[in-house]
């Protein structure tokens, strides 16, 4: 964001002009950014179910993420996707896609060119170097990429799709952290009575070798 903004300076616009930031408009973006939020989600989800059914031939891929201590999990639900949200949003539809429209000379061109680039950086974040992931992680994205760039063609404003990414990103961290907190319990209480019955062996064990 600060690098867009600097390149941004040397054609004379400002970063607060980058991010389309407007008091009188403020109340407008916020509720768009929220009204953004569903069919975001539709295409999110169904980029997800189809990338899923195409790469592992089932519905439900495999997730890597597990749960955080408190510091960096309040850090990923409240901090981090407001600077991303923000970040993404401003690198690939504010600075790349109407530069691309120009180069180019062609809208579509430019869409394809971002929604694509902005769905590979999903695909290397986590880097995992496992094909089948990355390829799930590059195909996931790309419907929702799409839409948002072309809902960015049509309002040309930052600040209510960086608001609907913060939010989004927020509510997917909490979700993770919380799903990956209960797997984590599941896991210990599955464990516990092996780990009980194993003790029990052992003292058994311990008891007739000391008679």
């Known amino acids: 964001m600060v690098s867009c903004g600097g390149l941004h300076g040397r054609e004379g616009i400002t970063l607060l002009d980058f991010i389309s930031f407007d008091r009188k ?25 189809a990338s899923s059914l195409l790469v592992y031939g089932n519905p439900d891929a495999l997730q890597i993420y597990g749960p955080l201590p408190l510091l960096p999990a309040l850090y990923g639900v409240l901090i981090f996707p407001l600077v991303w949200g ?8 504010g600075y790349l896609l109407p530069r691309f429209q120009v180069l180019s000379g062609s809208t579509g061109f430019a869409v394809a060119v971002v929604a694509f680039s902005w769905s590979f950086q999903h695909a290397v974040m986590p880097l995992t170097f496992d094909p089948h992931f990355m390829l799930y992680r590059l195909l996931a994205p790309i419907a929702h990429s799409t839409f948002i760039t072309l809902v960015y063609l049509r309002v040309r404003r930052i600040l209510p799709l960086a608001t609907a990414h913060w939010l989004m990103d927020g509510g997917v961290s909490i979700h993770r952290h919380s799903v990956a ?14 780990m009980d019955r194993s003790l029990r062996s052992t003292k ?8």
């Open 181 to 194: 907190a209960v797997e984590v319990e599941g896991f210990k209480r599955a464990e516990m009575p092996t």
């Open 25 to 49: 408009r403020l109340g407008r973006d916020l509720l768009l950014g929220v009204a953004l939020i569903l069919p975001s989600l539709v295409f999110i989800y169904g980029g997800i179910i």
């Open 86 to 93: 923000i970040t993404e949003q401003t690198t690939y539809n």
């Open 204 to 211: 058994s064990k311990a008891w007739a070798w000391a008679r």
